[in-house]
């Protein structure tokens, strides 16, 4: 069966800290990935999406990158955070025999920027 | 541009009750439609789904309704149970793309 891990479940970082956020995908091959960002009392805001290694499409323009240096892993990085990058941050992983249909999620890292 | 909506960020009903949950797209362009159920400090679980193909879609004491014309779904649960207390989420896919649109989410509260 198919899990997706995301970690640190938790992070407490400072204004200008560098972020790294990493998720990663078991029993599936060549998974559409996604990030999403739900800020307090907010939906779900996708951030970024890959349909594959080195494939990444921004939807959101902000101080936030995306990389996936390998099929099953998807890394969500930032330079120097901002207050406002505060949030519920969580990966998703769908896939791609045919069109997408359904979503999986990972537990979410919560993100607290000081 | 908020391609999905719900225009209900909150909902409350007796144990036992039904509950209904709303949500609306904008894009014709969607063919296929989902439900999610997320707790606090969790990441969203998939619940029901349905095709534009059809009109109902049912499992166990969910059900969900598409109206293409109105461009409307709704989910409806029925007993509600406290546990069923979450945020809903719906979205949408296009029959060509990857990307999910996810509305804004309802809060439901069943109250026992």
């Known amino acids: 069966s198919q899990t997706i891990h995301q970690w640190p479940a938790t992070l407490v970082q400072p204004v200008g800290s560098p972020l790294s956020l990493e998720c990663t995908v078991e029993g599936t091959s060549n998974p559409n990935l996604y990030w999403y960002r739900q800020a307090a009392g907010r939906g779900l805001q996708l951030l970024f999406y890959s349909v594959g290694i080195g494939q990444i499409s921004s939807e959101v323009p902000q101080n936030l990158s995306a990389s996936r240096p390998q099929d099953r892993q998807f890394i969500l990085s930032s330079k120097k955070l901002l207050l406002s990058d505060s949030g519920f941050y969580l990966c998703a992983w769908s896939g791609t025999s045919g069109r997408a249909d359904t979503q999986y999620f990972g537990p979410g890292t919560r993100l607290t920027v000081l | 541009d908020q391609q999905v909506k719900q225009n209900s960020p909150s909902l409350s009903v007796q144990e036992g009750r039904i509950s209904i949950l709303n949500c609306d797209y904008t894009?014709?362009?969607?063919?296929?439609f989902l439900w999610y159920k997320k707790y606090p400090a969790e990441g969203p679980t998939f619940l029901i789904s349905?095709?534009?193909?059809?009109d109902k879609n049912e499992d166990g004491r969910f059900t969900v309704f598409l109206n293409k014309s109105a461009k409307h779904l709704s989910l409806h649960i029925v007993p509600s149970q406290p546990g069923d207390s979450a945020v809903y989420f719906c979205a949408a896919i296009t029959n060509t793309g990857n990307q999910f649109y996810f509305g804004t989410g309802t809060s439901l509260t069943v109250i026992p």
């Open positions: 894009n014709s362009m969607f063919d296929y």
């Open positions: 349905i095709s534009s193909i059809k």
